[in-house]
């Protein structure tokens, strides 16, 4: 971890990250007004001092609907990764350890996913169910595993031949121990790599399906939906567009920079192209 | 319903500058032929046969091609188009219409009682699809005794038969007898009797009418009507700064915001405000528990704020509501008041029907609690009244769930099946105050428009007599007696009637300020655009 945070793009991922973070998780504390307070006198009012970042069409503070709009980002965005990451290291282990129809089965599903475009997959999905956080989470959660699968079934397949793994086989340890004291821990920098990337897409979706409607639900704040109530004014109420792209554009940057920061550090082959 | 028209988009984007822009536009001149007037419209016609189509951009176009028998003058009195009189029998059955003398069509062709027989065989053929057959199929006998003469008899008195004849666009029997009315291409190359016939039709971009020289009607002002397809209303609004387009429907924010920070603006447009024939409301889905329970209604009826929503998502430009028709005209019981806010009586209410609160704010009924579903179109001023609505039942205690929908779906899949708790949605309503299509109790099939599943034996036979009486002062007691009903019991929550917002170039002249009773487009052809105020146009 020392040697990612003297890589300056990672250090300064880790910071936009952390900052971020930290105005979600103190959002109750740092907001000035409760996000849903309704204002019918306050309608679209600019930036001031009252209200940092103007008000909405309903007159709600637009500064604080964004400290809380960063929470469901970050918790869509973590917890979409987590699902996508654990079925992906579990499909992913399977294929790469037992090898054989159990692989082909594996990678032939992660094919067809592939092959279908993720957004309009998700897109599908949520018209059907209903959309709520949960749902969102899920479904991003769900659709997203492939790339992690193929990551995992890779480290394992070349992991498996390697001699400390033979070592260990012939000793005759079973293959749990193989797989989670050996392959597992040798994978780990990839999978991590790969989930920092990940939550970038992901907030990207959360707000693309906010954008569309789709996404988080009102009254609650998420900033692809403080966008979409933007879009019909940016001639008039630029602060209603221009702070919540900020936002997701700094946030996606901020994963990015903290994601290739990590794999120049740790993956040897991009770094031996240097 | 307003109108417009194009342009020829390259051409006209250097007219506003130079010279131009020194014009006073708020002179006075003399009307005058010629010009051209573009309007934005946000859907493209499917056809421009208005009984086909069914829908508002295709008659938007069409009601400057086609004439109809009659037509209401700018007072909303009936008067003759193609008809020159009309006479109804003693006891109300039958109707004989005289048309006017040497009609023609569009390409020469005389238009005759004929052509009338025709379109009403057309619209009440089962094999022609729309949605518009009914009122015509209570007609048991049309006949022609001459050329000029169209007589129809019906069973029973029938009140909006008269209104019917007013809305049933003619067309040519020589064109399409023997055709497929569904699917002719005569939809997207007609011929009518109007004062505009179509000149170009470039499908995803715009189309222009230009003045028919054999109108029924005499002649236009202005000579060319282009109507341009911005679905976005944001591009519409771009569009209209640029000074491409002359005439746009505006949002609340545009009208109220936008152009009084502009100046600019304000001296080459004017701004017109009518109050459209519609209303907005929230709708309960009364065979699901608890909306079967009129004190549940009533106390969410008091527990909303409706001045809050005109104030926050109309601001300001809006009406409260109180009966199903247009407030202030005759229709409207102008006794009754809407329901106040009053969160207090909305408890009170609640409590008497046995609802306690359960511990987390949310009030419950034997282990039920008052947790529901609201569900709305993609529209902004529905989503925002949603909102509001959301949080003020969860002051009385009501938890509600938004979900915003796409229109075919929330049509489709929701309405026509009944398969909600709550909806926000809009009525725009015709002329004639029947509405039994909307509130008898026989209408609830899927597709049908009782959805929300009112069943009123009184509120029926109220219906049932005021389509069956002429005398508009009985039928106004009829429809006033409907409304007082109706709020009593709550089956929906009014919510609002807003205007209708326009913005329209000074460069045309004769519109009337303010708009009659009728409406803004009811003239379009008086409107003029006196020569120094036109674009600078390359003709082809």
Not at chain 2, 80 to 90: D, K, R
Not at chain 2, 412 to 420: A, E, L, M, V
């Amino acid at each position: 971890m020392r040697r990612a945070l003297a890589n300056p793009l990672a250090l300064s991922g880790f910071i936009i990250i952390v900052g971020i973070f930290l105005l979600a998780v103190l959002a109750p504390y740092l907001a000035p007004y409760d996000p849903n307070a309704i204002d019918v006198k306050a309608i679209l009012l600019s930036p001031s001092s009252t209200h940092l970042m103007g008000t909405d069409a309903l007159g709600r503070d637009v500064f604080s609907r964004m400290l809380f709009g960063a929470q469901i980002s970050l918790l869509v965005g973590l917890v979409a990764v987590g699902i996508a990451t654990s079925i992906g290291i579990i499909l992913g282990a399977i294929a790469g350890y037992y090898r054989g129809w159990v692989d082909v089965v594996i990678m032939r599903m992660v094919d067809v996913m592939l092959s279908i475009p993720t957004f309009f997959l998700i897109l599908a999905v949520i018209a059907f169910l209903s959309s709520s956080v949960v749902n969102i989470m899920v479904v991003i959660g769900l659709t997203s595993w492939m790339g992690v699968t193929r990551l995992v079934r890779a480290e394992f397949l070349s992991l498996r031949n390697r001699e400390f793994v033979m070592a260990s086989e012939a000793l005759g340890a079973s293959d749990k121990r193989l797989i989670f004291m050996h392959l597992l821990p040798n994978s780990m920098t990839p999978i991590i790599v790969s989930s920092v990337l990940g939550v970038a897409s992901a907030v990207l979706i959360e707000s693309g399906l906010s954008f569309l409607g789709l996404g988080v639900q009102a009254p609650q704040a998420s900033w692809g939906n403080i966008l979409t109530d933007g879009k019909e004014y940016i001639q008039f109420a630029w602060w209603l567009s221009l702070f919540p792209g900020l936002a997701i554009l700094i946030t996606v940057l901020g994963y990015n920079l903290f994601g290739e920061g990590l794999r120049d550090v740790y993956d040897p082959r991009t770094s031996a192209k240097k | 319903m307003v109108l417009l028209v194009g342009l020829l988009g390259a051409c006209s984007q250097s007219s506003d500058t130079g010279v131009k822009t020194s014009v006073n536009y708020d002179a006075d001149y003399a009307p005058e032929d010629g010009g051209t007037l573009i309007d934005a419209t946000r859907g493209e016609p499917s056809g421009l046969i208005p009984m086909i189509a069914g829908e508002s951009a295709a008659s938007e176009v069409a009601q400057h091609i086609f004439s109809s028998l009659l037509r209401f003058d700018k007072n909303l009195e009936f008067e003759g188009q193609l008809a020159e009189s009309w006479q109804v029998s003693p006891d109300q059955k039958i109707i004989t219409f005289k048309l006017k003398p040497n009609l023609k069509w569009a390409d020469g062709k005389p238009l005759t009682s004929a052509d009338v027989l025709f379109t009403w065989k057309l619209v009440t053929d089962d094999k022609t699809r729309t949605p518009y057959g009914s009122d015509y199929k209570l007609v048991i006998k049309a006949e022609t005794p001459d050329a000029r003469t169209f007589r129809v008899s019906y069973a029973e008195p029938y009140a909006p038969a008269i209104n019917s004849w007013a809305g049933l666009d003619i067309l040519p029997k020589h064109l399409l007898e023997g055709k497929d009315i569904n699917t002719t291409a005569f939809a997207r190359n007609p011929v009518g009797s109007h004062y505009y016939k179509l000149e170009k039709w470039r499908p995803g971009e715009q189309i222009t009418l230009t003045r028919n020289p054999l109108s029924s009607q005499g002649q236009a002002h202005i000579e060319r009507l282009t109507s341009r397809f911005i679905p976005d209303e944001a591009a519409q609004f771009l569009e209209l700064m640029a000074n491409n387009i002359d005439a746009m429907t505006l949002s609340p924010v545009q009208y109220a915001r936008i152009f009084p920070a502009r100046p600019e603006l304000q001296k080459k447009f004017a701004l017109y405000k009518e109050l459209g024939n519609s209303y907005t409301y929230l709708g309960f889905n009364l065979k699901r528990k608890p909306f079967d329970d009129i004190r549940v209604r009533q106390a969410i009826n008091y527990a909303i704020n409706k001045q809050e929503i005109i104030d926050g998502v109309l601001l300001g430009l809006g009406e409260p509501v109180a009966s199903p028709y247009k407030p202030g005209t005759r229709w409207a019981n102008p006794n009754l008041k809407p329901y106040a806010y009053d969160p207090a009586k909305a408890r009170a209410l609640l409590q008497e029907a046995g609802y306690q609160d359960r511990g987390d704010g949310i009030l419950a009924r034997n282990g039920k609690p008052l947790s529901f579903t609201l569900l709305t179109s993609q529209n902004k001023q529905r989503e925002m009244s949603a909102v509001l609505i959301q949080r003020r039942l969860k002051e009385v205690g009501i938890e509600i769930h938004i979900r915003v929908l796409e229109w075919a779906t929330f049509i489709g899949r929701f309405i026509k099946t009944s398969d909600f708790d709550m909806v926000v949605l809009g009525w725009s309503l015709a002329l004639d105050p029947d509405q039994y299509s909307i509130w008898h109790s026989s209408q609830q099939a899927p597709g049908q428009f009782n959805f929300i599943g009112y069943n009123n034996p009184r509120v029926d036979r109220l219906l049932e007599r005021g389509r069956m009486e002429l005398n508009a002062d009985k039928r106004t007691v009829i429809y006033h007696e409907l409304a007082e009903i109706l709020l009593e019991e709550s089956p929906i929550v009014y919510l609002s009637a807003g205007y209708g917002l326009q913005a329209i170039h000074k460069r045309v002249k004769g519109i009337p300020d303010p708009a009659p009773p009728a409406g803004l487009g009811n003239n379009t052809h008086e409107w003029y655009i006196p020569q120094p105020l036109r674009r600078t146009e390359i003709t082809p």
